[in-house]
């Protein structure tokens, strides 16, 4: 039987070109509540090559210990060297539970990995729950009709965990983890051919803005969508979102759609504009760190999860928001 002090939680960052993707930080906001109710040490994964910077950043940022796999091979995404790489390391330490990103590439790897391993996978986490004294992982089946409770009875459990679910990490201390560095030279017969390729809808900035702006039904006529990217220019690093009847309607495009169906987020701020508030798209924006709703009815349930509730006409009052801040940025 393991002692709590040798116990591991993995996680494995997600990085694409030199950045680390922010939904890294949610893996770490997930560990850490799994921590709580399972004390384990936590430790971050990177595998990829030349990763110093970033495994310094991540040891810097959360304060975890990082262990970085300096892989040539992986001058190019491979899923395949992940899934070998991550085995030997699983059946050399034994964790308790391995993170990744529901991401089609975390997906990719976390379903292999189980495979290879024997270790259960859960995919799609968005809580934890402690049910008498079983430890429960939280996810939605049937388009969010069913909010299932999942247990897993696995020496390694693997999870998926959804972005936008676990919120953004904020660490208790600043001391820096440390960095270990192995360097991993990865020989295959089958070495697949990868070539890099930008997605149109993967890695859409409104997965990684800090904030979001999004348009409802309520602004009723196309044109006022003008009105919710001039509100978003006054922030940067911003990105306009919206529900799903603007993306049916086609004045939005599908990537923009927030919700169960649409994108998860979790900006530092997430400003709704004529949005009621319905449980699918309350699902893809509720881990958001502050939210503003502007709604002209103030028994909108958009209202029960915003920390700033504006109850008007969006008509009026972006307009009036936007002279506001162009006449103190002029003082
Ligand atoms: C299986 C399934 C999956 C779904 N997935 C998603 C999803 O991923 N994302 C999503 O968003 N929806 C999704 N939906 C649809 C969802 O149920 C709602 O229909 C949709 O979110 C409602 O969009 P809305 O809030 O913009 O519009 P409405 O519900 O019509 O609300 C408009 C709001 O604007 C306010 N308003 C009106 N005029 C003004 C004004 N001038 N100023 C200020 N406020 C005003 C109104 O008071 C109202 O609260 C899904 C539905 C199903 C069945």
Redesign the pocket.
């Given at each position: 039987m393991q002692k709590d002090s040798e116990k591991i939680i993995y996680i494995v960052a997600e990085h694409f070109e030199n950045i680390i993707k922010p939904v890294t930080y949610e893996l770490v906001a997930c560990a850490c509540k799994i921590k709580k109710f399972y004390p384990a040490n936590i430790r971050v994964i990177i595998l990829g090559k030349e990763t110093e910077k970033l495994s310094f950043e991540i040891a810097r940022t959360t304060g975890l210990d990082v262990t970085a796999i300096e892989i040539n091979e992986l001058a190019f995404n491979n899923a395949q060297i992940y899934k070998d790489v991550l085995k030997e390391l699983t059946e050399e330490s034994h964790p308790s539970f391995v993170l990744f990103a529901n991401t089609p590439h975390g997906l990719d790897v976390a379903c292999g990995l189980s495979v290879r391993t024997g270790g259960a996978c859960i995919a799609g986490v968005e809580g934890i729950d402690k049910i008498g004294e079983t430890l429960c992982f939280r996810k939605q089946m049937f388009?969010?009709?069913i909010n299932a409770h999942i247990a897993a009875d696995s020496d390694t459990l693997i999870i998926t965990v959804q972005p936008g679910t676990f919120g953004i990490y904020r660490p208790e201390s600043q001391k820096p983890g440390s960095v270990e560095t192995r360097k991993v030279q990865y020989s295959s017969e089958i070495m697949p051919v990868i070539v890099k390729r930008r997605s149109e809808t993967l890695d859409s900035p409104i997965s990684e803005a800090k904030v979001i702006v999004s348009?409802?039904?309520?602004?009723?006529e196309r044109e006022n969508l003008d009105l919710i990217y001039k509100l978003a220019g006054i922030f940067p690093g911003s990105a306009v979102g919206?529900?799903?009847?603007?993306?049916d309607r086609g004045w939005l495009e599908y990537k923009q759609?927030?919700?169960?169906?649409?994108?998860q987020v979790a900006p530092e701020l997430y400003i709704?504009?004529?949005?009621?508030?319905?449980?699918?798209?309350l699902?893809?924006m509720k881990g958001s760190g502050f939210i503003v709703a502007?709604?002209?009815?103030k028994g909108?349930?958009?209202f029960n999860e915003s920390d700033i509730c504006v109850v008007?006409?969006?008509?009026?009052?972006i307009p009036a928001l936007i002279e506001e801040y162009e006449k103190e940025s002029k003082a």
């Open positions: 388009y969010g009709k348009a409802g039904n309520g602004i009723g919206g529900s799903r009847i603007l993306v759609q927030i919700g169960l169906t649409g994108t709704a504009c004529g949005i009621s508030g319905a449980s699918q798209h699902a893809g502007i709604n002209k009815d909108a349930a958009i008007e006409d969006l008509k009026t009052f």
